[in-house]
């Protein structure tokens, strides 16, 4: 689309927890359209956390959220022949939508029975500052850290 932006789309609350962001983190979980199963993968997640920690399981879930949440990225450029890494600041959708995809995909790669636990699991080691996907953010962080010199080259 060269001339207009395309409209944004409205994303509908939950039935549980009325939040639009919980909607929006079932919709990066679901595959194959199966959005009713991919709801009852996070409810169980969230009933699991509030058991286990004892607190809201909502509220833990958005500090977890919070926690992966990266602020600045590398992107590459290409300048005079050589390829540098640009540190630059990230749009705050595109923000919670990679703290949301890096939070499922590590999830997937844990090694509980169930993928309610599996998420719940990667939301509780977020919520304490630990796991996979808080370590994503802490290494795009240093890399963006490392390659503050050429932050001048940005486009």
Do not use: C
Not at 76 to 88: E, K, L, N, V, Y
Request: charged letters at 30%.
């Amino acid at each position: 689309m060269r001339k207009s932006k395309p409209k944004k789309r409205i994303i509908l609350p939950d039935p549980k927890f009325n939040d639009p962001l919980v909607t929006k983190f079932v919709n990066n979980l679901m595959l194959n359209g199966k959005k009713t199963l991919a709801f009852k993968i996070f409810y169980d997640a969230i009933d699991i956390v509030s058991e286990k920690t004892g607190e809201n399981g909502l509220e833990v879930f958005k500090k977890a959220l919070a926690n992966v949440t990266p602020a600045v990225e590398v992107r590459s450029r290409r300048i005079g022949g050589a390829t540098f890494q640009i540190p630059s600041e990230i749009r705050a959708g595109r923000k919670s939508s990679i703290g949301m995809k890096n939070l499922i995909g590590f999830a997937r790669k844990r090694h509980e029975k169930t993928m309610g636990a599996k998420l719940a699991g990667e939301i509780m080691a977020a919520y304490k500052e630990e796991g996979s996907a808080f370590k994503r953010k802490e290494d795009t962080h240093r890399m963006a850290e490392a390659n503050k010199a050429f932050s001048h080259f940005r486009f």
